[in-house]
């Protein structure tokens, strides 16, 4: 397990578990700062979860060992399911496909009960990938 470091990372506290070539895992224990005042997950924390588990499928697009950088255009999320406080979240996000300067992506995140939270769909733009 590792957590990257970003201060947004840090702070919604999802861990990076599993890293491949156009793969990413995180995880996430639901606390009572990720509640909104309905006491469920923010909406905003699932969108964190989606957009940083599929960027990150996208950054390893030439395996783990070389982060490309790339930044979100679109993400268009869908809530399907409904977690709740104390429920250990994992999003999976998955590069589908594109080339030198786009990516699309997928992701879902399901409860530890295997129950689908939400998913997105995602386009991102690489900001550095060299050119061959």
């Known amino acids: 397990m590792e957590r990257p470091?970003?201060?947004?990372?840090?702070l919604i506290g999802y861990e990076l578990i599993e890293k491949a070539q156009d793969v990413a895992k995180l995880r996430q224990v639901i606390g009572p700062q990720h509640l909104n005042r309905m006491q469920v997950p923010h909406g905003g924390v699932l969108a964190t979860l989606l957009d940083s588990a599929t960027g990150f499928a996208v950054a390893f697009a030439d395996g783990p060992e070389?982060?490309?950088r790339a930044v979100t255009v679109t993400l268009n999320l869908q809530f399907v399911g409904q977690a709740k406080a104390g429920d250990t979240l994992y999003a999976v996000g998955r590069r589908t496909g594109g080339g030198r300067t786009i990516a699309f992506a997928s992701g879902e995140v399901h409860n530890q009960d295997g129950i689908?939270?939400?998913?997105?769909?995602?386009?991102?733009?690489?900001?550095?990938?060299p050119q061959k």
């Open 66 to 68: 070389r982060v490309l």
């Open 116 to 129: 689908l939270i939400a998913k997105c769909d995602a386009t991102y733009r690489f900001l550095d990938r």
């Open 5 to 10: 470091y970003s201060g947004y990372a840090e």
